[in-house]
């Protein structure tokens, strides 16, 4: 009994949520498309600000889009130039030593590029002539010069 009565329940909700969802049928009144949306007003004309060449807020308009006999708007500015890197008192230096597979190499800095080199190997005029852990780098320049590069700023 209890069964039966939970069932019919069951029932006629179905039937009912089927009835109040369903859509009208074509001989049900149903209100025309029209008042179904609610009515808008037409959308009101922007105003445009005299100094600017476009209407303001306008985000989809191009900046390049001018208005009719509107003047031109100024070129850009000229930026300033990048800053120059300050050059080194010394263009040379030794950045570090670099061991790989029992070979020493030297990192240099030379003019704010850095070259690793042996013993032997040349970059820029300037050959390697000995790597020390506690001496520096010995450097022969282009002129034929020596020159020490000390280990202290490692």
């Known amino acids: 009994m209890k069964a039966r009565l939970i069932a019919s329940v069951g029932v006629l909700v ?3 949520a089927v009835l109040f969802l ?3 049928g074509p001989g049900a009144s149903a209100r025309p ?3 179904a949306a609610p009515r808008r007003s037409p959308p009101r004309a922007r105003a445009t600000d005299p100094d600017l060449p476009w209407p303001a807020r306008d985000p989809f308009r191009y ?3 001018h208005r009719q006999g509107a003047a031109p708007a100024p070129p ?9 890197p300050v050059a080194s008192a010394d263009p040379l230096r030794l950045i570090g030593l670099v061991r790989k597979g029992g070979t020493v190499k030297a990192a240099v800095s030379m003019w704010g590029e850095t070259m690793v080199m042996g013993v032997g190997e040349e970059a820029r005029g300037y050959k390697v002539l000995s790597i020390d852990d506690e001496g520096g780098v010995r450097l022969r320049g282009p002129d034929g ?3 020490t590069l000390p280990p202290s700023s490692f």
Do not use: C
């Not at 850009?76 to 120059?84: Q, S």
């Open 14 to 16: 179905v039937v009912l």
């Open 22 to 24: 369903r859509e009208p």
């Open 33 to 35: 498309a029209e008042e």
């Open 63 to 65: 900046a390049d889009e």
């Open 76 to 84: 850009p500015t000229a930026t300033a130039p990048p800053p120059v």
């Open 145 to 147: 010069s020596e020159l």
